[in-house]
């Protein structure tokens, strides 16, 4: 079975050259697709954020509690838009603070946001002139929190982009998906509605909040008809040409998004991302307090980039606008390895062997009938030129043989030593032997680099 994904990518032949630390360029009207996708390459980690008005109910409607994911509540529970749209009066989020999140982001080593300036419930969470169902208009806040966002991201030079449901569109009479209102999708009048909210609306966020990373649309549903999905790829290549398109648009984007919570058992070729819950739902639901925790989630990291992808972490902060307590503690506790050990995983490339990941499981099969895997855990590695680097979960006892080695190893150190000391080393063809100290450095994992001569 092969797991290989090969993304298909427009490459857009240009001169504009852009580097990780360069803030995407707006005026840049071409760009190569290496150079459009430079800085993801090098970010890996990323905060995603489902912050809407379902933070309200939290799961709960009419003293019910509504099962699955919190921010499909007016879906799971047929609310009607005149009583949905009520929520909007109640949204006031006094406690949200743009400076505060972003840096919980910054010390998580996150160093690209994305979040929700429209989801599927139709609600604008930004300043919009095309709808007055918006943040700043229907609600007592009267705050554009996306500006401020952006703002608080340009100081601390974190990337930031924008969830923007395309099809799904609960409060509109011809948007995808809300059949309890306005009856069956395939007899609304689609494009109109793309044309006159989801279209205007996209151009808004291009236009408003300076340098947009990348734009995430979601569930493209009857968005493979026509030119629907290119009129999208048009209106960001024209505007602001450096934002990237995620891989849920319709047609195929800059790079791929996995579903959701699914880490590919193998490494895939191309650009890639994992959209992943820190509990198990993406917009706040006061019930749910399954949290993964601070070894899970870096295990995670790893693992995901040493299949050659980043990781898009979610928080759903409440009504008044907290990130719970609980998110931003794991999330810190990973960022405080990545200041030690981050070097494994910022612009690291996937690794060149693969057995560490586990084998194929003829016993067991998936719902499709698909073979099962057997996942381990012990290790896992990245690289970068001239580097390889061995992320430990579980400590080896002694030593650490490493087989298949390409080329000479010249240096074995941990980076949570400081001083780079050399590590006991002996190499018999493409075989490598470590001498490790008895005890694990770090406490969550711990990283021994080879140098390659
Ligand atoms: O329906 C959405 C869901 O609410 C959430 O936004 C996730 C995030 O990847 N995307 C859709 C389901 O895949």
Not at 163 to 183: K, V
Request: hydrophobic fraction near 40%.
């Amino acid at each position: 079975m092969s797991l290989t994904l090969k993304i298909a990518a427009a490459a857009l032949a240009g001169c504009f050259a852009a580097s990780a630390a360069t803030p995407p360029t707006p005026q840049a009207k071409t760009m190569t697709q290496d150079e459009r996708m430079a800085w993801f390459r090098e970010a890996k980690f990323g905060l995603f954020i489902h912050w809407g008005l379902y933070a309200i109910p939290a799961g709960e409607w009419k003293g019910k509690a509504i099962p699955g994911i919190g921010e499909w509540i007016m879906n799971r529970a047929q609310i009607p838009v005149t009583e949905y749209e009520q929520l909007a009066k109640q949204f006031n989020p006094v406690k949200f603070n743009a400076e505060e999140w972003v840096k919980m982001a910054e010390d998580a080593g996150m160093k690209y946001i994305v979040i929700t300036s429209k989801h599927h419930d139709g609600f604008a969470m930004y300043h919009s002139a095309v709808s007055k169902y918006n943040i700043y208009d229907a609600t007592p806040f009267h705050r554009d929190p996306l500006k401020e966002l952006a703002a608080a991201c340009a100081r601390h030079h974190i990337r930031f982009g924008f969830y923007y449901s395309q099809a799904q569109d609960w409060h509109e009479p011809n948007g995808i998906g809300n059949t309890w209102d306005f009856g069956p999708d395939d007899k609304k009048d689609f494009d109109q509605y793309l044309q006159a909210k989801a279209e205007p609306q996209v151009k808004e966020l291009l236009s408003n909040y300076g340098p947009v990373c990348l734009i995430w649309f979601d569930t493209p549903r009857q968005m493979n008809v026509g030119d629907r999905a290119q009129r999208f790829v048009d209106i960001l290549r024209t505007m602001q040409p450096a934002t990237l398109i995620d891989g849920r648009l319709g047609k195929a984007g800059d790079y791929a998004s996995m579903g959701d919570n699914s880490i590919p058992n193998q490494v895939v070729t191309g650009d890639w991302e994992v959209p992943a819950t820190l509990n198990h739902t993406w917009g706040f639901k006061k019930d749910d307090t399954d949290w993964k925790t601070p070894e899970d989630l870096t295990f995670k990291l790893v693992d995901i980039a040493s299949k050659g992808g980043n990781y898009l972490l979610n928080v759903g902060p409440t009504s008044e606008g907290v990130i719970p307590q609980a998110s931003q503690d794991n999330l810190r506790a990973v960022g405080r390895w990545l200041k030690v050990n981050g070097e494994a995983v910022y612009g690291a490339g996937p690794t060149p062997f693969g057995e560490e990941l586990g084998q194929v499981d003829e016993s067991t099969h998936d719902k499709k009938g698909r073979p099962g895997f057997k996942m381990a855990t012990d290790w896992r590695c990245t690289t970068k030129p001239g580097k390889l680097y061995i992320t430990f979960f579980k400590w080896p006892n002694g030593t650490f043989e490493l087989k298949g080695v390409k080329g000479q190893v010249a240096k074995a150190y941990l980076l949570a030593d400081a001083s780079h000391k050399s590590l006991k080393l002996k190499q018999d063809g493409d075989r490598v032997t470590v001498t490790l100290p008895a005890t694990a450095p770090g406490q969550i994992a711990s990283v021994m680099a080879l140098q390659m001569k």
